[in-house]
């Protein structure tokens, strides 16, 4: 690469937008169809369990009789999978992402 290209690119660098976020100052935008977290309403759900069969991971617990829905945020692979099989329409995905775990442990809902 030559002086002049080199010098070129640096000078275009100085007027452009930074590629990259500042993280912990500037929120990252998220876009409309961003998969990100599962979320779950307990009060809606009917624990039908077609979210469990649904789920390619084997991330999804539901135990009809208990009332109990589990989600293990490790083994889940963020596809969208039960969002979409859910005939209630109690579970949806976040734009945002899990904060990061030390120690792994189920998500668990039961409903009162």
Known sequence: MS??????????SLFK?????RYPFAQKH?????????MFEVNTCIFCGLCQRK????AIMV???DKKWE????????CGA???ACPKKCIHMEHTHTK?????EKEKHIHA
């Open 82 to 84: 039960c969002v979409e």
């Open 17 to 21: 937008v930074p590629a990259t976020v």
């Open 71 to 78: 989600l293990d945020r490790f083994k889940c692979i963020i």
């Open 30 to 38: 998220y876009y409309e169809n961003t998969r990100g977290k599962i």
């Open 63 to 65: 135990e009809r009789k």
């Open 55 to 58: 789920c390619p991971a084997g």
């Open 100 to 104: 990061p775990a030390v120690t792994k």
């Open 3 to 12: 002086l002049f290209s080199m010098s070129w690119v640096v000078l275009k």
